[in-house]
Structures are given as C-alpha cells and as structure tokens.
C-alpha cells in the first residue's frame, strides 16, 4: 500500500464514504453530503464534519489535478507577486505589517 499524499487522500476518501453510507444505510453522491448527514442524525460531531468535507475537497482537487493547470496556477501566483501593487492597503486588508516592522 502506497504512502503518498494522492493515496493516502483517495483511500481516506473512499473508506469515508463507504463507511457513512454503511452505517445510515444510504447512498450518498459525495463525502460532504455524507458527512452532512451523519453530523444531522449525530452520529459524527461538527469538528468530524469539517474534517470530511475538507477531504471531500481535496479528493476532488486531485481528481481534477493536471500539470497544465498547477503550471497555470503557479504561472498566475508569480506573475501577482511580481506585479504593481498598494502595500498599503494590501497590507492592511490582510492584517500585516510590511517585512521589517
């Protein structure tokens, strides 16, 4: 069995919403539909619940993933880091302080 991140996501996905859908005895389309609804019939608590639907989340990021389009989003991040921004106000919008201070 395989460690890496792809793995571990998918398989902690799939267990999830096989294990859910078995103890309600349902059919569910997603993992945060599922999570949902054990959290309504209280069999997980609303931490559980975040977790699920975060991994929901991220097993679709990597279901979707592609070279070109993390080449893209890289491309896109860098070309805003290096262009013209207002410190100021960017700063101050996030809630930080210039490097340096």
């Known amino acids: ?8 996501i998918c398989r902690a996905h799939g267990a999830a ?5 078995e103890a309600l005895d349902r059919h569910f389309v997603g993992l945060a539909v599922a999570a949902r609804q054990a959290l309504r019939k209280r069999r997980i608590n609303p931490k559980m619940c975040k977790s699920l639907c975060r991994l929901d989340v991220a097993f679709a990021l990597v ?3 592609t070279k070109p389009k993390v080449d893209s989003l890289l491309c896109e991040l860098q070309a805003s880091l290096d262009g013209p921004q207002d410190e100021q106000q ?12």
């Open 63 to 65: 279901r979707h993933v």
């Open 17 to 21: 919403l096989r294990g859910i859908s």
């Open 90 to 101: 960017t700063d101050a919008a996030a809630g930080t302080l210039p490097a340096g201070e």
């Open 1 to 8: 069995m395989t460690s890496d991140p792809t793995s571990l």
